[in-house]
């Protein structure tokens, strides 16, 4: 079992205007972090593995981030390092980058996590970031790392990963394993749901730092009740990582394609001058699945428009209704399933579900 979403972040070197400031000693430790484990479950599909948090117990609701179930089938969470048990997908936005699964049978002694203000988070204050980084690995322990919260990073462009509407940053090194977990405010409520992506800050005084995206806290808890009662807006069951990302490649091993491949045609790709969206992988009965979008396939225009990021997809996605068919045309890169030849022509058209 391997993570694929870390690898999807988007680093860039920014040029920060005003630096964060530590930690004090003087200031109280984050919440029971061991208390807080027991709710952090570890999110495992065909081909991925990442992180999740219970935060409906009654009603066994997890919440993730939505690349970590992007076009995957035969989800399932292993509860405070137990047994894998089959989850069900609610509802997932990738434009929000969020999910809710379910847990499709009761399990006694569950716990959740309390969602709090990410609004009262200031640079300085304590956190705690909770999740798997050992992605992949059946019975791993969830694992506890203490850092600050940071001022507000300067603007992040991403290629792979939506724009995403409200972040907290803080200055845990966050592992593959981790995208989707929790992090705790010093009273150990969630005030954001780590993305997978980070950027590469550097200060006045010369200095780099690694500053992690997480979601805010208030963006989830907005988003959270329409997931869970089946909205899948945006998500028409597929991964895809934009041709200008230079970490594409790196992807190869979770989409269990052969990376010199995919390395080959990467930059073949990017010498010819075809930019778009490469399709990793498609959910089995995802409406994507059924107009024939396969893995390998890269998309090149949606609805006669260009699409080279995530961002600009989903300024097509945002305002459309459900029910809504998408015209998408593209190239094959020549790698992937189905054996189709670089730079044969495709076309299709998607129905989009949801609420």
Not at 179 to 197: E, F, Q, R
Not at 290 to 295: D, P
Request: hydrophobic share 40%; charged share 15%.
């Amino acid at each position: 079992m391997r993570a694929h979403i870390s690898l999807l972040a988007a680093s860039a070197l920014l040029v920060s205007v005003c630096g964060a400031t530590g930690a004090t000693a003087s200031e109280p430790a984050p919440g029971d972090a061991e208390q807080a484990k027991s709710a952090v479950v570890q999110v495992m599909s065909n081909s991925a593995s990442g992180t999740g948090f219970v935060y409906d117990a009654g009603g066994g609701l997890i919440a993730t981030t939505a690349y970590v179930i992007a076009g995957e089938s035969g989800l399932k969470v292993a509860v405070a390092g137990g047994a894998p048990v089959s989850a069900r997908l609610m509802g997932s936005d990738l434009c929000q980058d969020l999910a809710v699964l379910k847990l499709t049978s009761p399990q006694t002694g569950l716990k959740g996590l309390r969602l709090g203000d990410s609004d009262l988070l200031f640079g300085g204050d304590p956190i705690t970031s909770l999740g798997y980084p050992d992605a992949g690995t059946p019975g791993a322990d969830v694992v506890a790392v203490s850092g600050a919260a940071y001022e507000t990073a300067a603007d992040v462009g991403h290629l792979s990963t939506p724009d995403y509407p409200a972040l907290i940053h803080h200055s845990v090194d966050t592992k593959p394993g981790d995208t989707g977990g929790p992090v705790l405010d010093k009273n150990g409520d969630v005030v954001g749901v780590n993305t997978g992506t980070w950027i590469d800050e550097q200060q006045p005084t010369g200095e780099k730092r690694r500053v992690a995206e997480a979601i805010s806290s208030n963006q989830v808890k907005d988003e959270l009740p329409g997931l869970a009662a089946g909205s899948t807006k945006n998500d028409p069951g597929w991964w895809l990582g934009a041709v200008s990302d230079p970490s594409l490649p790196q992807q190869a091993g979770s989409a269990e394609i052969d990376k010199s491949a995919l390395q080959a045609a990467h930059k073949r790709l990017q010498s010819e001058g075809t930019d778009g969206l490469f399709v990793f992988d498609v959910r089995k009965g995802s409406p994507a699945e059924k107009a024939g979008l396969r893995q390998g396939a890269v998309i090149t225009t949606v609805n006669g428009e260009a699409v080279t990021t995530v961002p600009e997809l989903c300024e097509i996605l945002e305002p459309a209704s459900p029910g809504e068919q998408l015209n998408l045309q593209g190239v094959y890169s020549g790698v992937g399933a189905g054996g189709h030849r670089f730079g044969d022509a495709w076309t299709a058209d998607v129905q989009l579900a949801g609420s």
